[in-house]
């Protein structure tokens, strides 16, 4: 079963910062990986969306990476602002299946301080 | 484009009645959505698949009979919260596809159901 962990839980920085979020999953055989953002009370917010057989995409102030072989992925964030303060989750997709659903980690509360 | 409406975004019902949420895709086809359930500060946990024409899929745990789940046209499903008791309040979201489907998910806003 696949498991998707996400560290760390919570991260406080100010702002200007640069940072990097992780995201470790336990089956390497995914479609592929999305980033969302989440404001409190919100729903989800795509970011980023990496295939399987790409190695990072860029958006902006954002970069994510996928190693997937290590089961990795990374979101950076550049320059960080307060409006960048929610919660980040990332979910893989399986590449076996047909029901396509995705699997979430817990995600990381960002708060990024004037 | 791919845009997921979820209404309503908040709803507040007594125990024992019923509450429907509704998720439209607005410019696309949904063939199949997904309803996802969030508890505070945790993450999304897939509840059932819902497939356009034919019953739902509802993952291990998951009360088919309490959170029933219609996808009768290709742009609309409901989740049903049925007999709702306050252990069902809870931030309910769901999603889709988005067309061609490699270009990942699109997600609904929410809906905060609270029971009292």
């Known amino acids: 079963k696949q498991e998707v962990t996400q560290i760390p839980a919570a991260l406080s920085v100010p702002e200007g910062e640069n940072l990097v979020l992780n995201c470790s999953f336990t089956?390497?055989?995914?479609?592929?990986l999305q980033w969302f953002r989440q404001d409190p009370g919100k729903g989800l917010t795509s970011l980023l969306l990496?295939?399987?057989?790409?190695r990072e995409q860029t958006s902006g102030r954002l970069n994510a990476s996928l190693d997937k072989s290590s089961g990795r992925s990374t979101l950076y964030i550049a320059a960080s602002q307060p409006g960048d303060s929610a919660t980040y989750l990332c979910?893989?997709?399986?590449?076996?299946?047909?029901?396509?659903?995705?699997?979430f980690g817990s995600g990381t509360q960002l708060t990024v301080l004037p | 484009g791919a845009v997921v409406s979820q209404h309503p975004s908040r709803v507040i019902c007594k125990s024992g009645t019923s509450v429907k949420i509704e998720c439209r895709s607005l410019?696309?086809?949904?063939?199949?959505m997904f309803w996802y359930r969030q508890f505070p500060k945790q993450s999304l946990m897939l509840m059932a698949t819902?497939?356009?024409?034919?019953?739902?899929?509802?993952e291990q745990g998951v009360e088919k009979d309490k959170f029933l789940i219609n996808h009768a046209s290709l742009t609309l499903s409901t989740l049903t919260v049925t007999s709702a008791h306050p252990e069902d309040s809870s931030f309910y979201i769901c999603?889709?596809?988005?067309?061609?489907?490699?270009?990942?998910?699109?997600f609904g806003s929410g809906t905060r159901l609270t029971v009292v």
């Open positions: 089956d390497s055989a995914i479609y592929n």
């Open positions: 990496i295939q399987s057989s790409q």
């Open positions: 999603s889709a596809a988005t067309p061609q489907g490699s270009y990942g998910y699109t």
């Open positions: 410019d696309f086809q949904a063939t199949t």
């Open positions: 979910a893989v997709r399986l590449s076996s299946g047909s029901a396509r659903q995705l699997t």
């Open positions: 819902s497939n356009e024409g034919s019953k739902a899929t509802y």
